[in-house]
Each structure stands twice: as C-alpha cells, then as structure tokens.
C-alpha cells in the first residue's frame, strides 16, 4: 500500500479537515458564525457586500495645548 493510496483515504464529515472557507476554500481562519463559513481575509474583502458595518471607527487623536508635539516618555 502506497502513500498515494493512503493520502486523504478517511471521509472528513467531522472536525477542521471538514470545513473550508465558500469563496476560495481555504481551511485555516474560517469563520462559522451565523453560517458563513469564510476565512478571515475573504470576510474583509466581502463584508460590505455581505451588510456588515463597522460599529466603531478609529477617530483621530487631536492633541491640544503647549505639549502638543512633545511625547511622554515615562
């Protein structure tokens, strides 16, 4: 019995060998919540086609008075 014959033999029906992503069929970083089953970096480029909206934004941080410029090293 060859390697080949060996490799990939078992039925994967359970588990992470399982499940891949629906879009490029990656297996690693999936994504099942809610059903999606998408890896991580296909659910960045998909999730404002998809209706999901980002809650928070990242607001600039304005510094105000005399040390505006200088950091705190402490």
Known sequence: MSHESVWYSRPRTYGKGS????VCTHTAG???KY???ICRQCFRE???DIGFIKVRE???RI???ANANE???G
Do not use: A, E, F, H
């Open 58 to 60: 990242r607001i600039p």
């Open 63 to 65: 510094s105000s008075g």
């Open 46 to 48: 998909k999730s404002q």
């Open 19 to 22: 499940r891949s992503c629906r």
């Open 71 to 73: 950091t705190d090293v």
């Open 35 to 37: 059903g999606l089953n």
């Open 30 to 32: 999936l994504i099942r």
